[in-house]
């Protein structure tokens, strides 16, 4: 369950350089409404131990703390809640063993996918490629025209949008009808962590307001 809005979803990036406590407490410093940890490498043991830090670490900034893909994760480490791909364990079950006051969302690769997922007990969907990615090179891409068809759809749930976005593009994405925005590599993955969430953070906001 949701009860401030999803702006900026920041998803963790696995990098030498910095650890993932850092790349979240740098994210949230700079506005991120929720943090998603994806690591697909990582042991059992280690995730869970990851997830009770960084979900302390969100706590402190008051930003959501998710864990992709693993439902018994996300419930054992008292996670925000949980993100589902369209090949992970279905909505119904995830739903069933968090409750109603977690958070569960799923992605939808396109306009009919978007669509069955509203009818789902889903708190948002993520939608894309938007653009080309290189987190996932092997997606298809749906341009700005699948968030401008999705407007005049009455979806009601949050459309966050994904794929290959960042500073230089995400103006584009919330005027085409995005309520959000999730990103990888644009800020978990910079070399000023909390200055990209900030300025991507800042644009969001400013075209969000200007959407009538």
Same mark, same amino acid.
């Given at each position: 369950?949701?009860?401030?809005?999803?702006?900026?979803?920041?998803?963790?990036? +696995?990098?030498?350089?910095?650890?993932?406590?850092?790349?979240? =407490?740098?994210?949230? #410093? @700079?506005?991120?409404?929720?943090?998603?940890?994806?690591?697909?490498?990582? $042991?059992?043991?280690?995730?869970? &131990?990851?997830?009770?830090?960084?979900? #302390?670490?969100?706590?402190?900034?008051?930003?959501?703390?998710?864990?992709?893909?693993?439902?018994?994760?996300?419930?054992?480490?008292?996670?925000?809640?949980?993100?589902?791909?369209? $090949?992970?364990?279905?909505?119904?079950?995830?739903?069933?063993?968090?409750?109603?006051?977690?958070?569960?969302?799923? $992605? %939808?690769?396109?306009?009919?996918?978007?669509?069955?997922?509203?009818?789902? +007990?889903?708190?948002?969907?993520?939608?894309?490629? /938007?653009? +080309?990615?290189?987190?996932? +090179? =092997?997606?298809?891409?749906?341009?700005?025209?699948?968030?401008?068809?999705?407007?005049?759809?009455?979806?009601?749930?949050?459309?966050?949008? /994904?794929? @290959?976005? &960042?500073?230089?593009?995400?103006? &584009?994405?919330?005027? %085409? @009808? %995005? &309520?959000?925005?999730?990103?990888?590599?644009?800020?978990?993955?910079?070399?000023?962590?909390?200055? =990209?969430? #900030? =300025?991507?953070?800042?644009?969001?906001?400013?075209?969000?307001?200007?959407?009538?």
């Amino acid at each position: 369950m949701l009860k401030r809005e999803i702006k900026l979803l920041c998803i963790t990036c +696995p990098r030498d350089d910095i650890s993932y406590e850092k790349q979240v =407490e740098f994210a949230c #410093q @700079g506005g991120a409404d929720m943090i998603q940890l994806r690591d697909k490498k990582m $042991s059992d043991k280690d995730l869970y &131990d990851l997830s009770l830090k960084l979900q #302390q670490i969100c706590a402190k900034y008051n930003v959501y703390f998710t864990v992709n893909n693993r439902v018994d994760i996300a419930d054992i480490s008292n996670s925000d809640g949980v993100h589902l791909g369209q $090949s992970d364990l279905p909505v119904s079950y995830a739903r069933k063993v968090l409750g109603e006051n977690k958070i569960v969302g799923i $992605s %939808a690769s396109g306009y009919d996918k978007v669509v069955e997922a509203e009818k789902l +007990p889903v708190d948002y969907i993520g939608c894309g490629a /938007i653009f +080309p990615t290189t987190t996932k +090179p =092997e997606a298809n891409i749906r341009g700005l025209e699948v968030l401008k068809k999705l407007k005049t759809a009455n979806i009601t749930k949050p459309v966050i949008a /994904i794929g @290959g976005i &960042d500073k230089t593009n995400v103006a &584009d994405v919330i005027k %085409a @009808g %995005a &309520d959000g925005v999730a990103v990888v590599r644009a800020v978990c993955g910079a070399q000023d962590i909390k200055k =990209e969430a #900030q =300025e991507i953070k800042e644009i969001i906001v400013r075209y969000r307001s200007t959407e009538v």
